[in-house]
């Protein structure tokens, strides 16, 4: 049974930080892209960032380039998402997803095939 799981996620004062881990178990992450995406409400689903299988390319959203940084470690099966400067507005649920395709960093969310639960993360102001 495949899962990813995030952590990580909180309640932070603006200007700070937060990582989020993104766990997976039953398949081999490095074998996958991996992106992040959030979730605010009565906004849509919007990509944040994606790391190649390799792990050599990356890709950002413009709202979050420079203040976000995606990552992975292979050995431990896991992605991260560092999360510097934060704003009011990035207030959302955050999630991984694992994409098999071979896309280097694919940024539409129906290329993935598989999704974690989410972690809410809170800026306060």
């Known amino acids: 049974q495949v899962q990813l799981v995030e952590s990580g996620g909180g309640l932070v004062q603006a200007g700070g930080s937060l990582r989020l881990s993104c766990a997976a178990s039953g398949l081999d992450l490095s074998t996958y892209a991996m992106g992040w995406f959030r979730h605010a409400p009565v906004k849509e689903r919007e990509f944040l960032a994606a790391?190649?299988?390799?792990?050599?390319?990356?890709n950002y959203a413009d709202s979050v380039k420079g203040r976000f940084t995606i990552s992975r470690d292979d050995a431990k099966n896991t992605a991260y998402l560092k999360m510097n400067s934060l704003k009011p507005e990035d207030t959302a649920v955050y999630y991984c997803a694992a994409d098999r395709s071979r896309i280097a960093t694919p940024m539409s969310s129906g290329l993935y095939d598989y999704w974690g639960q989410g972690t809410q993360v809170t800026v306060s102001s």
């Open positions: 790391i190649s299988w390799s792990g050599g390319t990356t």
